[in-house]
């Protein structure tokens, strides 16, 4: 009885943990700037249609979602990232 | 004098493979309008995400300098008359070159850290989540 209680609370916590407030993971790393050279973390913040990607799905605080709008489409000018499509 | 940051994308075929060539064209441009270049790299010949002037293929060089603001467009106004260079951006950076070459260093660091603890975590995830499947059967029973 104990231990399915035990299991039955391991897994209540396990499924709160998904739903947890995030919090911004730029304003977690302490970085000043987002920078508009590294391909790889802009990648990341679009959606498969090179899409920014929205602050409800990436987390991102207001300061720096304005930040990596700007990141974004300086490279996108340059053409490191696609307008559009993949 | 302010500093700047600059990028320029360079047509690769324009001078053969001679891309020491290439690199000169756009140095001797920010010497001719004053540019005290701090950092002068150039990236790899990469693939364009869309194509531009019909080059699918490009050189992308950046540079770091300090001109006076006066002589900003016509850096630009030279640029666009170029024709090895496909495409320019030259943005006034906020801080100095030094805090400012600190600041990306620091950046490239934390994303990497954060994406190798991402990783960690979902490669801990599955784990678990392997385990509460089984949990999840026995706690039915």
Redesign the interface.
């Given at each position: 009885m104990r231990e399915?209680r035990e299991?039955?609370e391991?897994?209540d916590k396990?499924k709160f943990k998904r739903f947890q407030a995030r919090t911004c993971?730029f304003e977690?790393?302490?970085?000043?700037?987002?920078?508009w050279?590294?391909v790889?973390?802009l990648q990341r913040l679009c959606t498969g249609q090179s899409m920014v990607l929205a602050r409800k799905r990436s987390g991102t605080s207001a300061l720096f979602q304005r930040k990596v709008k700007e990141a974004i489409k300086?490279a996108?000018?340059?053409?490191?990232?696609?307008?559009e499509g993949s | 004098m302010y500093p700047y940051e600059a990028m320029f994308l360079v047509d690769p075929v324009k001078h053969g493979e001679d891309a020491a060539a290439t690199e000169k064209v756009v140095s001797a441009l920010l010497e001719k309008h004053g540019a005290k270049v701090t950092r002068f790299e150039k990236w790899d010949d990469r693939k364009l995400a869309y194509d531009i002037k019909g080059h699918k293929r490009g050189i992308y060089l950046l540079a770091l300098f300090e001109m006076p603001g006066a002589n900003l467009a016509s850096l630009r106004g030279d640029c666009e008359l170029n024709e090895t260079i496909l495409r320019q951006l030259i943005l006034r950076l906020d801080t100095d070159i030094p805090t400012y070459l600190e600041q990306c260093a620091k950046y490239q660091e934390k994303t990497r850290e954060e994406l190798e603890s991402r990783r960690a975590a979902r490669r801990e995830d599955e784990e678990q989540g392997e385990e509460g499947i089984e949990d999840f059967a026995s706690v039915q029973e």
């Open positions: 399915k299991k039955r391991k897994r396990k993971r977690r790393m302490g970085v000043e700037l987002i920078d050279k590294d790889a973390t300086r996108r000018f340059m053409a490191l990232i696609p307008y | -």
